[in-house]
C-alpha cells in the first residue's frame, strides 16, 4: 500500500519549489528556502535525469545572492526587447489575460480557506506562480489528513494546469536567456509526468499548429484592467525586499466560508 502521506508530502514539496522559481521576489529569506527545497530533492530525486538537473541548479545558485536569479526571471519574463514568455493560463487557453481559465481558477479558490493577498501580490489567479503555490498549499494540507482538498487539487491539475503547462514548459526550455530555468524545466517535466500518473490524468493532445501561430501574430488587445495590473506589480517589485513568503504573498486565510 502507498504511503499517501509521504506522497503528498514531497508532492508538496515540489509544487512549492516551482512556485519559488515563478514568484519573484528580492526577499533574501525567500530565495535561501528555494536554495534548501533543491539541496532538498536533488537527494532523492523523481529520475536520474532530473536527479542531473537538480545539481545542476544547485550549482548556478549563489547560496548569498539571488541577483543572478532575478536577471535571469527578467530576462524571461519581463524583457521588453527580446521574446517574452507570458505566464497565465488564459492566454495559452484563448490569446488573452484575464479568460475563462482566470474565472475557473478564481472558483477554485473560492473552494478553499485561501484567499489572493491582493494588497501584495497582484499576478492573476490562473498565473503559474500562483497556481504552483496554491498547489503546495492543498497538497501540504491533503498531506496533513485534510482530504475535502483533493478533488479540488486534482481538478486544478486536470483543468487548468495539465492543458498550458507543456507548452510553456517548452517556451522556456527552448528560450535563448534560459539556462538556470532550462535546468528547472527538466525537473518540471519529470514532475508532471509523475502527477499525470498519480492523478491519473492524460496529457492533452497538441493544440492545431496553425492555430498557435494565428494567436502569436494578433495584436494583443489590453485591458484597463492588465493595464493597472502591471503597473501595480511593477511598483511592488520596485519596493525591495520583502519579509513574506510566496505563500504570504498570494494567500490570506479566511476561516469563516
Known amino acids: 500500500m502507498q504511503d499517501n502521506q509521504a506522497i503528498n ?5 515540489y ?3 516551482f512556485a519559488n522559481f515563478f514568484v519573484a521576489s528580492p526577499d533574501t529569506t525567500t530565495y535561501l528556502e528555494l536554495v534548501r527545497l533543491v539541496n532538498v530533492l536533488k537527494e532523492n530525486p523523481l529520475e536520474p535525469s532530473s536527479g542531473k538537473a537538480l545539481e545542476s541548479i544547485s550549482s548556478k545558485l549563489d547560496p548569498s545572492s539571488n541577483i543572478a536569479l532575478l536577471q535571469e526571471f527578467d530576462e524571461l519574463f519581463h524583457n521588453p526587447t527580446s521574446a517574452t514568455i507570458r505566464t497565465t493560463a488564459s492566454f495559452y487557453d484563448e490569446g488573452i489575460e484575464s479568460g475563462k481559465k482566470r474565472v475557473e481558477m478564481i472558483n477554485f479558490v473560492a473552494k478553499t480557506k485561501l484567499r489572493r493577498d491582493e ?5 492573476y489567479e490562473d498565473s503559474i506562480g500562483f497556481i504552483f503555490s496554491l498547489m503546495a498549499q492543498l497538497t501540504d494540507e491533503i498531506s496533513q489528513g485534510e482530504k475535502i482538498y483533493e478533488n479540488t487539487v486534482h481538478c486544478i491539475f486536470d483543468q487548468i494546469l495539465n492543458e498550458f503547462i507543456d507548452e510553456i514548459g517548452k517556451e522556456i526550455y527552448e528560450h535563448e536567456h534560459g539556462n538556470i530555468y532550462k535546468d528547472l524545466m527538466i525537473v518540471l517535466n519529470s514532475f508532471v509526468e509523475f502527477e ?8 492533452p493532445a497538441p493544440k492545431p499548429k496553425q492555430a498557435k501561430e ?3 501574430c494578433a495584436v494583443e488587445e489590453i485591458s484597463e484592467e492588465e493595464k493597472q495590473r502591471r503597473a501595480r506589480n511593477k511598483a511592488l517589485k520596485a519596493l525591495g525586499p520583502k519579509e513574506e513568503t510566496p505563500k504570504d504573498i498570494q494567500y490570506d486565510v479566511e476561516e469563516d466560508i
Open 196 to 203: 499525470r500518473l498519480y492523478l491519473e490524468v492524460s496529457k
Open 15 to 17: 509544487y512549492n519549489l
Open 119 to 123: 494588497k501584495n501580490y497582484y499576478e
Open 214 to 216: 494565428d494567436a502569436s
Open 9 to 13: 508530502k514531497a508532492r508538496a514539496l
